[in-house]
């Protein structure tokens, strides 16, 4: 038998299947990394649990937000960020502006129009995006993304609240390409 003809078949096949091997590694990478990542849906829900968590915890308001008599204090709201140890400083600050705007509402519960005692930080030019957000269209794509919830939280003296908190984060140019 001829052994040294069937090396030679054999070594062809070898580097045919390294070559579809290397031809499809070099696909998949390519395909994973020419879509950007949007994660700026996701960091807003991430500050809008942060900033829950801050306001009520298990369903009762924070004790640094209510005074023993049941009212709302105003040290609280002047020194949100860093009660809620939150910052909203970017790198590039001065180039590109605020890039997270956070409201907080708080209404009584069966009152859910009144709001009491509003909370605001951060960039508010950010709001009039949120409206035109919700079109699928490419051309909103660099609008700000915009998240908002309620929940329901207990507190001084027994009064029930309703707390309502938009997040919104910029940041386009670092999450989108076009």
């Known amino acids: 038998m001829?052994?040294?003809g069937a090396d030679k078949i054999i070594a062809i096949y070898w580097f045919a299947v390294l070559i579809i091997i290397a031809v499809?590694?070099?696909?998949m990478v390519s395909i994973f990394y020419s879509h950007p990542y949007d994660v700026r849906e996701v960091e807003a829900n991430v500050?809008?649990?942060?900033?829950?968590?801050?306001?009520?915890?298990?369903?009762?308001?924070?004790?640094?937000?209510?005074d023993s008599s049941g009212n709302f204090q105003y040290?609280?709201?002047?020194?949100?960020?860093?009660?809620?140890?939150?910052?909203f400083n970017v790198e590039n600050q001065l180039e590109i502006g605020e890039?997270?705007?956070?409201?907080?509402?708080?209404?009584?519960?069966?009152d859910m129009v009144t709001f009491l005692f509003p909370i605001e930080a951060g960039?508010?030019?950010?709001?009039?995006?949120?409206?035109?957000?919700?079109?699928?269209?490419?051309?909103?794509?660099?609008?700000p993304k915009c998240v908002e919830k309620s929940f329901y939280a207990t507190g001084g003296r027994g009064g029930q609240y309703i707390i309502k908190i938009l997040s919104i984060v910029n940041k386009a140019r670092q999450n989108v390409k076009e």
């Open 75 to 87: 040290s609280f709201k002047n020194n949100f960020l860093s009660k809620c140890h939150l910052n």
């Open 2 to 4: 001829n052994k040294r």
């Open 24 to 27: 499809a590694v070099y696909a």
């Open 99 to 110: 890039q997270y705007y956070v409201k907080v509402d708080f209404s009584l519960y069966p």
């Open 123 to 143: 960039n508010k030019n950010l709001v009039a995006s949120c409206d035109t957000q919700s079109s699928v269209d490419k051309d909103y794509r660099l609008l």
């Open 47 to 66: 500050l809008l649990n942060k900033v829950a968590d801050c306001i009520s915890y298990k369903g009762t308001i924070n004790a640094d937000l209510l």
